[in-house]
């Protein structure tokens, strides 16, 4: 079996085109989406990040806002600037580099931003929107990889289905949402014996672990469908965490890297934001 390929680009370039008409109705009514993204120091990947963004927003007619932050500032004027921002009425959507450098720490940014403007669903009241099976605001990634499985027209409901990594921004929410939508949900870590006793059963296969190569050809059951969400530089160039090339011999359908759930993510992005923006001027 070769598997078909799953096109993030042309699933992110359909998001963006929904996010084009609600921008223009925004407009309409004088009131222009911006969105502030908070950086720390100097990080070349967060930069050019920013700048990705940014370029696929500014054509909307979505304003990024950078907000620049030195490297030596304290955990109370990072908490300040979030907390402004929070505040200040022409911005619609917050987003905070991660990783924040080591010295700040892990930093709990969830009950300084304000829920209406978290287009990545890290506050808690977003968070306990989503295990409440309430409308929210819920992390891009997590929705991301939704997003694909609804373009391919596969429906996790009755399946089997692994999430492999439950961090909170990436595997932890995609599991909720997968529970939401009716899938049998097993959720692997660092700690789970045997990986591919679980995944070589799985109809859904869904990683966001941060490990090349960790899903091998051999823990796929022929027909799976496979999204990966990782992003590992390497020599060669940015690689995900399953064995493509093997994958695309036993899956049914498999997302590359890059090229996959990257540029809907951005796309998903931008449409939180958006989301952010009609509810604060409904
Ligand atoms: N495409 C995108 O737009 C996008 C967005 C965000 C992240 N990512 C990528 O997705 C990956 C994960 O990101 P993250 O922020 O969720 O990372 P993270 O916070 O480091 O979490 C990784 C998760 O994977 C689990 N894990 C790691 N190694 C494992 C192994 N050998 N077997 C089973 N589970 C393992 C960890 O288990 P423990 O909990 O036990 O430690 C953890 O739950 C990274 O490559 C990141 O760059 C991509």
């Known amino acids: ?8 680009r042309t699933v992110a370039a359909r998001v963006l085109e929904s996010v084009r008409a609600r921008v223009a109705v925004l407009h309409a009514r004088d009131v222009r989406p911006a969105l502030a993204f908070v950086l720390v120091g100097e990080s070349a990947p967060a930069r ?3 700048r990705r963004i940014e370029r696929q927003a500014q054509p909307l007619g979505i304003e990024l806002r950078p907000v620049q932050l030195p490297a030596d500032l304290t955990r ?37 931003i304000d829920p209406r403007k978290d287009v990545d669903g890290i ?12 409308p929210g605001q819920f992390p891009s990634t997590a929705l991301a990889m939704i997003e694909l499985l609804d373009a391919y027209d596969v429906d996790p409901r009755g399946k089997d289905v692994v999430v492999v990594g439950r961090s909170k921004v990436v595997g932890h ?20 014996r045997d990986l591919g006793r679980h995944t070589r059963h799985a109809d859904i ?14 823990m796929l059951k022929p027909g799976v469908v496979v999204i990966d969400a990782g992003m590992n530089p390497t020599a060669e160039g940015v690689v995900g965490d399953v064995d493509f090339e093997a994958a695309r011999q036993v899956a049914c359908a498999v997302t590359p890297v890059p090229g996959g759930v990257g540029p809907v993510t951005n796309a998903v992005l931008l449409r939180n934001l958006v989301q952010s923006a009609e509810w604060r001027h409904a």
């Open 1 to 8: 079996m070769t598997a078909t390929i799953i096109d993030g």
């Open 48 to 50: 050019l990040y920013a």
């Open 76 to 112: 109370e004027q990072l908490d300040q600037t979030v907390w402004d921002l929070s505040q200040d009425e022409s911005v619609d959507g917050i987003l905070v580099q991660m990783p924040l450098p080591e010295r700040i720490g892990d930093a709990d940014l969830s009950e300084l």
């Open 123 to 134: 506050t808690i009241q977003n968070a306990g929107r989503l295990y409440l099976e309430m």
């Open 173 to 192: 929410p995609l599991a909720e949402l997968l529970i939401r939508r009716d899938a049998t949900v097993t959720v692997a870590h660092r700690r789970t």
């Open 205 to 218: 296969v869904l990683v966001a672990a941060g490990q090349p190569n960790l899903i091998t050809g051999d």
